[in-house]
Structures are given as structure tokens and as C-alpha cells.
DNA sequence: CGGACCATTGACCATAGTCAACCGCCGTGG
DNA sequence: CCACGGCGGTTGACTATGGTCAATGGTCCG
């Protein structure tokens, strides 16, 4: 399979494209680059002339806080297009790093941005892509803001099972999610302490375990009532035809 | 001033529109609406076929949660399109008010849509708007999962009170923000006590008061820099034609 | 073997939440 | 006209959640 083709699959999944529409997307030039751990893609400030496609590995967006420090705020599974919008904005807000080992492919922006005004199909799959991106967003300021510290971390947890488990990375109820204590309290604004803490409880309530870079759910029901998750905001129902 | 107009502006303000794609747009048809306080536009799980634009007045968009209480995730101003996305996306995973009296004027879908094939600059620019969003979504993560609240807060009145400006809302230091301090509260992620004392701290140390529907802003530089704001993120400046 | 990194634990502390009462203002209706 | 109720804002007292600090253990790797 091509690159590539991890993005197509991705688009079908929501969006509706023509034979036409996913040749012209296998056209696209494309350069495969490999993220070692940590690794960053783009940093903020950077005026960045293709975009990345994630087609294996985990990729993480971030901001770089006044005290030095990081918020996380998204993960990227393969598929995502983690900084898509730097094909409309100019100059990155935030920087986007692999989070273990990861592989993207980066296709330009000019060929890609000529492909929309050709196929507006095409266009159309990827900003909805990237308004699902949004949805994202406003669920996770809903949960860092509203949520106790529990439900905050079951909520992550349910978040980004359930899309693994969409984009075929779920075995026996294992997902590899290479994440440390420290970056799941950068992504969910909590400390460590209280991060590894909450892990403790999740294991003993049995719904879940966390543990060197290995995601086990035990019980989905109740991890998501916990976790009061409703995968509504992923948009994932294949949109009717109109 | 046509209600279309207020949208124009706005695009204007980022993306480089032709002559031609001017008259287009003014050509949408657009049904005016007022909504009075706290009236709803769209509600969470509506499938809309119309979106708005905010012609007067200020709009939100916020979450309603398994408690019945509310996570406001963002506002918007005249020119705003606070629900742009259900273009893409079928189903409202939020809900849409008006905060204090509001005009909006909702454009059909499928004039849109149909308007986009014909001319993509259009398309990107309201396609960057949503960008814009997003980008607004990523701040509020950060502001409210590693901010403290009075840094939040300032944080806040620094955002409304720089695109207020920007949309020419401002009068002597003064921005009319029909604002409760509960709805602040749920805002920020923070209880409408601690809002309140925050913004004592915030008159007592001089940089800004807000009392009564109106945000005074009385040292720009001490707020911006008490709340660690740096409009980057609002991506104002006009892109460079490429 | 030593060091780096991650996870774990305990003790203490601070920020912010909860609860409850009270004030002032305004619009409504007796 | 005034009484009332509701809403938004303010204050004090208490509490609890989660943060900070610091020490320790385990594992991997050079």
C-alpha cells in the first residue's frame, strides 16, 4: 500500500469520492520521512510549504508555553492530517512532533491546493477533515475544563481507543499508545502525580490499564460512562450523498 | 450596509477576494434573524441546512453536559460564522446562542456549496475562517488547562477585547460584553466565585474592570502581558498573495 | 556499573470549589 | 405606590481536589 493510500481511506471514511478524485489523489507527489521519538515536524513559527500525512506512528500537536513547558492538543493517528491547515495559514501557531517512532508523508502545498480548484470533491473531504479536527478541539476544551481529573483521563483514554480502534490498531483489546505519564498531564492540564494517581484508579475500577506504552480496556461500557464519552463528535457516520 | 457585508469584511481582513468574487457573494440570498438573550440559533444534534453569519451583537457556541450545566467553547463577532461547519458536517455536536441581543443572517447550503465548485478563492477563504477557529479552539485548551484563573481570565478580555477592536467595538477603552460572571465561569472552567474575585484582583491591580456589560481595558500592555497574549494565534495579518 | 528516564509513593500545601447568606437593582403585579 | 421575586453580583467560612516537593525503585542502555 502507498503512502498515500492511508490518507484515502481516511477521506472515504466520511466523504464521499469518485474514482476520479482518488486517482488524481494517488498522483500527488509525496515524500515519505521517518520521526524518531520526539522528533518534531514543525515548530511553531514556521511557514511550512507541504503538510504531512501520519501513515504509521503516533503525531502530537502542541504549544510551547511562556514557562517552557507544553500543552499537547491532538494526537494523530494514520490517516490525520495534523497540520492540514498550514495550507491556509501561514505561519504555524503550534508545533507538531511524532510521539514514539513515526512516518508521515509530506505532499506540497501548491499541487495540492491545485488539485482543490480541479476537484472540489477533493477539497471538500479535506476540510471537513479539518472541521473534524475542530470538533476535536472543542471536545477537549470541554474536557480539560469541565471534567474532574478521572473523567478527564478515562475521556482521553475513551478518545483515543475508540479511533485506534477505527483505524484498525486495536488487537485483543491492546492499543500501543506511546505516551509517558508526564505528556498524558501536558495534554489533559494536570500533574503527573495526580496523572499516575488517576491511572491507579482506573486499574483498580478495572475499566481500563495503562502501562509502559500499552493501552488495555477491559470494560469499554464502563470506561465510557466514566469517561462520558460520546463518540458523536468524531463525525464518523459515512455522510449521506446529497 | 447589506448584513453580507458584515461577512465580506471579514474575509477581506485575511484572504485577497477578486472583484468578481465580491459580487457573488453578495448575490447569497440571506434571511435576517434576531435573536434576543440567550435565545438559541442551532442546538446540539440539529442538522442544519442554513448557517449563520453574525451580523450585530455577540453569538457563542458551548457544550452541554451530562450535569445540565454549560462549556461555552467560543464567541464570535459581527462577520463571525460561528457554524460554519455544518456545511461539512452534518450533525451539530454543539449548540449555538445569542449572548445579549444578536442579528445573524443564515445563507442556504447548497447556494454555498454550489458557490464554492464555481469559485474556490472563495471557498479558501471561508475554508481559513474555519482554520481561524480552530486555531481559537487550541488557545482555549492551553488558556484553560495551564493557566491559573487570573492569568485565564485576563487571557480572555485580552482575546475579546483585541478582536472587538479588530471589528471596530471599541469606544474609549470600552467593549460592550453582555457577559455574565457565571457564564465567564463556564467559560474558563472555573466557578462563578472564583471568577468574581478574580476580576477584584484584576480592578485592584488596574489593568482592566469589567462591571455591568462592559469591559474597560485600561493598560493593554499589563493585561496582554498579565494574561500571556500573543495574537499570533488569531492569525490576522493579511496572507501574502503567492 | 552509572546514569537517564519513567513510574510510584508519602507528606504537605495552596488554589479554587462549595455552601450560604446578603445586597442592590429592576421589572412586575397587587 | 410599594411589595415582591428574580437575577446578578459580593462576601465569608470551610473544604477538597489536585499541585508541589522530595525521595525511592525499576528498567534500559551505554
Redo the contacts with the bound molecule.
Sequence with gaps: MAPIDVLLNKLAQHSPLEFDDIKRIRHLSCSTQVLS??QDFVRQGDFPRASAIVVEGLVARYHTLESGGRQYLSYHLPGDWPDAQALFLERMDHSVCAVGRAVVCAVPHNELIELFCERPTIAFAVWRQTLIDASIFREAITNNSS??????LAHLFCELYFRAKQAGLVKANIYNLP???????ET?????????????RL?KHAPAD????KLIVRDWEKLAALGEFDPQYLHQQLRAKK
Design positions: 521519538s520526539g471534567r474532574d481529573a478521572l473523567t478527564r505516551l509517558t505519564q508526564a505528556q498524558i498531564g489533559l492540564g494536570m500533574s503527573l502525580v495526580s496523572v499516575n494517581r488517576n491511572l491507579q486499574r495503562f502501562k509502559a506504552g
